[in-house]
């Protein structure tokens, strides 16, 4: 059997200054050496804080990740910026696909995959982001969405190396709601036997993560579910201690 290695990672999306350096030190500080052994950790700030936390906690175990890449690799794209730049600021990482963007910016399935590829170019895990809306839900669709979103997001030669998925129902972002744990478990079920049609056993090394109202208090129970191997935390991963709270269910 696979073992995955957990991984917990903090969405800041549009929050934080540099005032924010000390917040990260203290999330550096947290991840002590029994979390360390257990999980993953990392933040995901604005882009204008890559740089900057990366030059305050030189050489931390708390991986850096960028929230959005353009496909190419410089160029004339005003206010955009590539996963070359992103790498060179300290990221190891970037979100491509989360739901706000697909909202806010009428980002496609063929977008992320181009961005997801653009990640791999630049040698950044791309954590690539699906989940289906309220309507979808309720009209019972949700597992053939998100399996549509994961066939047109997810580039060929996805592996367990430069990939993970992240699950975000959109109705439970930022809202308090969660899907139940058999509704979790079931949809990352239906993922990984989505991927291993068509990446075979390396579809065993992707981790799938969930977010989504990821709290201190329900951690514990979302990140023991089957077939998640880590959560993307919006909301409480502003703040060191319910960041490394959520963290902690896995000691
Ligand atoms: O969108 C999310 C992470 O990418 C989840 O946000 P919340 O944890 O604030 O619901």
Same mark, same amino acid.
């Given at each position: 059997m696979t073992t995955r290695r957990p991984l917990v990672a903090g969405n800041w999306k549009m929050n934080g200054l540099k005032a924010s350096v000390p917040e990260f030190r203290r999330i550096v500080e947290g991840y002590d050496a029994a979390l360390r052994a257990r999980t993953d950790l990392m933040v995901c700030p604005p882009a204008t804080l890559l740089a900057g936390f990366a030059a305050a906690e =030189? $050489?931390? =175990?708390?991986g850096l990740a960028g929230q959005d890449c353009h496909p190419?690799?410089?160029?004339?794209?005003?206010?955009d910026i590539s996963a070359e730049m992103l790498a060179d600021a300290g990221a190891g990482a970037v979100i491509v696909g989360h739901s706000e963007r697909r909202a806010d910016?009428?980002?496609s399935d063929e977008l992320v995959r181009a961005k997801a590829e653009a990640a791999r170019r630049a040698g950044l895990l791309a954590i690539i982001c699906v989940g289906e809306t309220r309507e979808v839900r309720e009209a019972g669709r949700a597992l053939d969405v998100v399996r549509g979103q994961l066939a047109g997001s997810v580039p060929d030669g996805a592996d367990g190396e430069n990939t993970v998925i992240a699950y975000e129902p959109v109705w439970a972002i930022g809202t308090g709601l969660t899907p139940t744990i058999d509704e979790i478990a079931e949809m990352h079920g239906a993922m990984r036997a989505h991927l291993k049609e068509r990446f075979g056993g390396q579809a065993d090394r992707i981790r799938l993560l969930y977010g989504g109202s990821v709290k201190p208090e329900n951690a514990g129970e979302i990140l023991a579910?089957?077939?998640?191997?880590g959560a993307l935390v919006g $909301?409480?991963?502003?703040?060191a201690t319910s960041f490394l709270s959520i963290a902690r269910a896995y000691l």
């Open positions: =030189p $050489g931390s =175990p708390v190419a690799a410089s160029g004339a794209h005003t206010g910016h009428g980002e579910a089957a077939d998640v191997d $909301g409480a991963s502003l703040e």
